[in-house]
């Protein structure tokens, strides 16, 4: 069974210029999350969707950043514009709903320069 | 204060050591209970899997939960190099989101 694959795996990008990461969580599971990942720090939630309802965008910067999950599937999550602070590896994970067994994918590591 | 708090390492050991990572936790409602290893440049990589207290065994691999110390535990039999990363402890309340630990570097020297 495949896991879940994100892409692009590296990102280098000037500042204020937009960036989108893409997400395919294992088949079946109805809960998405982004998240954000710094160097030395434990993984911050971006956002939580169940299905293609987004059930927890309390962290997310919505001046800069959004989300999608059409169908409730795949997923997008885009930055705009981009700022040197966003300089992260992004991560997503997908599980069965209300379980907290999460699997992450490799993640995104974004450069802004 | 975090509501998961983990110390930070390195924690450095010698091949077959026992190791004990740790973590301690604030929220009461947390009922799952979740290690993960990553290593450098990679995706966190679910250990352990633990539903409210008890212990549970995988291997080399014992993951303890203590509900009313707030206190989590991941110990590790027979460490190889190959052990060296960073653990990584998450928790959750059912339908939540995982809140994670800072993280623990740990190094196996052969």
């Known amino acids: 069974e495949a896991g879940v694959v994100q892409s692009p795996r590296y990102k280098i990008i000037e500042k204020k210029q937009p960036v989108a990461f893409w997400c395919n969580p294992i088949s079946g599971h109805n809960t998405l999350y982004w998240y954000l990942q710094n160097l030395g720090q434990g993984p911050e939630l971006l956002i939580r969707y169940e299905n293609e309802e987004a059930v927890d965008d309390s962290q997310l910067p919505k001046d800069r950043f959004s989300a999608e999950r059409l169908k409730g599937v795949d997923s997008t999550l885009k930055i705009q514009p981009a700022e040197l602070g966003d300089s992260a590896v992004y991560l997503c994970?997908?599980?069965?709903?209300?379980?907290?067994?999460?699997?992450f994918g490799q993640g995104t590591r974004l450069t802004v320069v | 204060q975090k509501e998961v708090e983990q110390d930070p390492g390195p924690l450095s050991v010698p091949e077959g050591a026992i190791v004990s990572l740790n973590c301690t936790y604030s929220?009461?409602?947390?009922?799952?209970f979740m290690w993960y290893r990553q290593y450098s440049r990679k995706g966190p990589e679910l250990l352990m899997y633990?539903?409210?207290?008890g212990n549970k065994e995988d291997g080399r691999f014992t993951a303890q939960v203590d509900k009313s110390s707030k206190y989590i535990s991941l110990f590790i039999r027979d460490s190889q190099p190959s052990d060296s990363a960073t653990y990584l402890c998450a928790m959750s309340k059912y339908g939540n989101k995982l809140v994670f630990g800072a993280g623990t570097i740990l190094r196996v020297k052969s």
């Open positions: 994970a997908s599980s069965l709903s209300g379980q907290g067994e999460a699997f």
């Open positions: 633990t539903y409210s207290s």
């Open positions: 929220n009461s409602a947390f009922q799952y």
